[in-house]
């Protein structure tokens, strides 16, 4: 191998991918989201297993349990991760301010209406909460949501979600001064495989 990887167009595949699986998803489910819908849509293409820019995510932690242990765990054990909410919304807020009024996450109707717009066209160093207006039965079970990096990289991976998040845990809102928590925003529970 030359070490050279081929490095896709994101936002262009995403759209060509959104554009096919809303071509063809009548024929596969009976209600399906308005087009413009984008968190929708992408949950939906999610559950088909088509790639799209949104990372799995559950408020149950027996949820979290059950996926971490669902296939036979690797000798080291599995880790379940955990994020403040609470912090990603008030830090997704403060760096989406220009963006979006403050009175729009108050809404659902806005709300929903804004991250649409910024699933599709904002690029920057967020990581946003999204809860699509329909969820599947999979989705209610789990207890799932999505959390999505709205900067958009040639390559998504988790090496760019977890830099996102580093970049907002350490974004300051003056130019000398960081704006660290002063709790942890995230936590990793490493589970041994013998559980």
Known sequence: SSGLRYRLNWE???????FR???QAHQY???????????????????????TCLLDWTRSPYVALYFAFEEKPPNEGCALWAIDLDWLEKKSRKLLSDDVPASAWDDVNER????????G???????????????????????????????HEAIFDEATFSRVLISMIMNSETSDV???????VVRKLVLPSKL
């Open 121 to 151: 066209e904002t690029k920057k160093f967020v990581i946003l909460s999204v809860d699509p207006l329909q969820l599947d039965a999979r989705m209610v079970a789990q207890q799932g949501f999505f959390l999505c990096n709205l900067f």
């Open 178 to 184: 960081l704006d660290i928590p002063d709790r942890p």
């Open 29 to 51: 489910v009976d209600e399906l989201p308005p087009r413009d819908d984008l968190g929708s849509w992408f949950a939906l293409m999610q559950h088909y297993g088509v790639p």
């Open 112 to 119: 929903t209406s804004y991250v649409n717009r910024l699933l």
């Open 12 to 18: 262009q595949e995403t759209r060509n991918l959104l």
């Open 21 to 23: 699986f809303q071509q």
